[in-house]
C-alpha cells in the first residue's frame, strides 16, 4: 500500500489504511484478493474488471486471471476494529454471502431439470437456486448464463399436470420470476393460450407468493410480447383482471402485492379492447383506495392506469362515483413527480370533460389553485397544455371571486395531447 495514503477519517475516528480498498479508498467490506496479492473490496475490483481493465490497480502486473478469493483473515479483523469503536457510532460490517460458484449452479440445474430425480430432490435444488438468485445480482447473473436456464424453468413450471408436481412447478417458476425474459420467451408463453390459463388459475392459488409470482410474470409476457395480437389474447384470458384486482384489495398490507398488483393490472390495461374487463372487477375502487400506499414509481403507474380508464365511459363512471378520486387527483397535482401530475391533470380532463358534478367537486378541492401553479411551474410541456385545457373547461364552473386574475389563461395556446 502506498505511503502517502493517509489515514481515512470517518466519524472522528481514523481509519487504517490496510482497511481501505485500494480503488474506492473506502472501508472494505467483502475483502478480496486478486492472484496478485493485492486485497480488495469485491465491489471494486469487480467493476475495475468489468470497465475492460486486465492489470491489478496498485501494482499494475497483468492479472492472469480474476479469481476472487476472500479474505477471511482481513474481513474478521475489519469486523472486530468496527465493533471496538461502536462507541463512535461505526456500524459492524455483515458478514457476505459467497457468490455462487458456476459448477455448483451447473450441478443444481442439472438436478433440477431431471425427470429422472426424485420429485423432492429437484424441488430441493430448485429452493436453492431461489436462494442463490435472491442473495445478489451476480448470482442471478451465474444462473442466467447456464445453457437454457429460462427454457428449462419454463418447460418446468408449464408442464402436463399429470406429469409434474405442484410443488416443483410452484418452485421453478418463483425462480423464473427472477429473470429477464426475452422477446422469443414471452411471445412463446403468451401463443399458448393453456400457459395464460394456468397462470391466471395461479392468481387465486391459497399461497399468496404463487400468487404475487403469477402476476409477474403475466406482467412481464404483456411487457415483452411485442404483438398488440398476442396482447389482446392475454387480456382476453377469462380472471386475469378479477386475480390482479384482488390482489390489490385482499393483500395490500404486503408491498410486494401493491408493486406487482399495479405493474400487472397497468400492463393489462395497456390493451384498449379489454380496458372495460378492469372496470368490471373493481380496478378502480383498488387504484383509488392503494393510491397513498404506493411509493413513487408505482403511484405513476396507477396514475397512468386511472388515465387510461377515465378514457372508456364505464371507467369514467366508475371511477367519478368514488368520492375520494377527485380531491386524491386533485392533491397528487405537483406532489410526486413530472409524471404523476401529467397523469392526474389528464385523468381530471377526462373527468370533467364527462360530468358537470365532477367539475364543481374539481373546483370544490382547490383544483384552480393547483392548476395555476401547474402552468407555472417546471413541468412537462403536455402536464402544462393538459392544465390549460382544463382551466379552459373549468372556467364556468369558478367561483366568481377567483375569475378576476383569469385572464392572462384567455389566450393561453391550447394543444390537444
Known amino acids: 500500500m502506498p505511503g502517502s495514503l493517509e489515514p481515512l477519517d470517518l466519524v472522528g475516528v481514523q481509519v487504517p489504511y490496510y482497511f481501505r480498498c485500494p480503488i474506492s479508498l473506502e472501508l472494505m467490506r467483502d475483502p478480496v484478493t486478486v492472484s496478485t496479492g493485492q486485497t480488495y473490496d469485491r465491489t471494486s475490483i469487480e467493476s475495475w474488471a468489468a470497465t475492460g481493465n486486465t492489470t491489478c490497480p496498485v501494482t499494475r502486473t497483468p492479472l492472469s486471471d480474476f479469481t476472487l478469493i476472500p479474505n477471511h483473515t482481513l474481513r474478521r479483523l475489519i469486523q472486530d476494529w468496527c465493533v ?21 449452479v451447473r450441478s443444481l440445474m442439472n438436478q433440477a431439470s431431471s425427470a429422472s430425480n426424485p420429485v423432492s430432490a429437484r424441488v430441493s435444488a430448485l429452493v436453492r437456486l431461489k436462494g442463490l438468485a435472491r442473495d445478489s445480482e451476480k448470482n442471478r447473473s451465474v444462473i442466467c448464463s447456464h445453457h437454457n436456464a429460462r427454457e428449462m424453468l419454463m418447460s418446468i413450471v408449464f408442464s402436463d399436470s399429470s406429469s409434474g408436481s405442484s410443488e416443483l412447478k410452484q418452485e421453478a417458476l418463483a425462480v423464473l420470476v427472477m429473470f429477464k425474459l426475452g422477446e422469443s420467451e414471452c411471445t412463446e408463453i403468451a401463443s399458448d393460450l393453456n400457459k395464460v390459463v394456468y397462470l391466471s388459475k395461479l392468481l387465486f392459488h391459497s399461497s399468496i407468493d404463487v400468487r404475487l409470482n403469477s402476476a409477474s410474470l403475466i406482467e412481464t409476457v ?11 389474447e392475454i387480456s ?33 390495461c395497456l390493451v384498449k379492447q379489454t380496458r372495460h374487463k378492469a372496470v368490471e372487477a373493481g380496478a378502480a375502487e ?8 404506493l411509493d ?7 396514475l397512468a392506469t386511472i388515465e387510461l380508464l377515465c378514457r372508456i ?8 362515483a368514488h368520492a375520494l378520486t377527485i380531491p386524491l387527483l386533485v392533491k ?11 397523469y392526474a391533470a389528464g385523468a381530471l380532463m377526462a373527468l370533467c370533460s364527462e360530468s358537470e358534478r365532477s367539475q364543481r367537486d374539481a373546483v370544490s378541492a382547490g383544483v384552480l389553485t393547483q392548476l395555476l401553479l401547474l402552468v407555472q411551474s417546471d413541468c412537462t410541456e403536455r402536464a402544462k397544455r393538459k392544465a390549460q385545457m382544463l382551466l379552459k373547461l373549468l372556467r364556468d364552473s369558478w367561483p366568481e371571486d377567483s375569475t378576476g ?8 395556446k391550447v394543444v390537444p395531447f
Open 84 to 104: 471496538a469503536n461502536r462507541a463512535f457510532g461505526i456500524e459492524r460490517i455483515p458478514t457476505p454471502k459467497q457468490p455462487a460458484e458456476p459448477a455448483t
Open 222 to 232: 404483456l411487457a415483452g410480447t411485442r404483438s398488440s395480437d398476442l396482447q389482446a
Open 236 to 268: 382476453n384470458v377469462a380472471e386475469l383482471f378479477a386475480g390482479v384486482v384482488d390482489i390489490l384489495k385482499s393483500l395490500s398490507s404486503y408491498p410486494r402485492a401493491l408493486r406487482i398488483g399495479v405493474r400487472a393490472l397497468f400492463a393489462l
Open 286 to 293: 383498488a387504484l383509488i383506495e392503494r393510491l397513498a400506499d
Open 296 to 302: 413513487k414509481c408505482d403511484a405513476e403507474r396507477a
Open 313 to 320: 365511459p364505464s371507467g369514467c363512471s366508475a371511477f367519478a
Open 332 to 342: 397528487t397535482i405537483l406532489k410526486i413527480s413530472d409524471r404523476a401530475t401529467e
Open 405 to 412: 386574475n383569469s385572464d392572462d389563461f384567455a389566450c393561453s
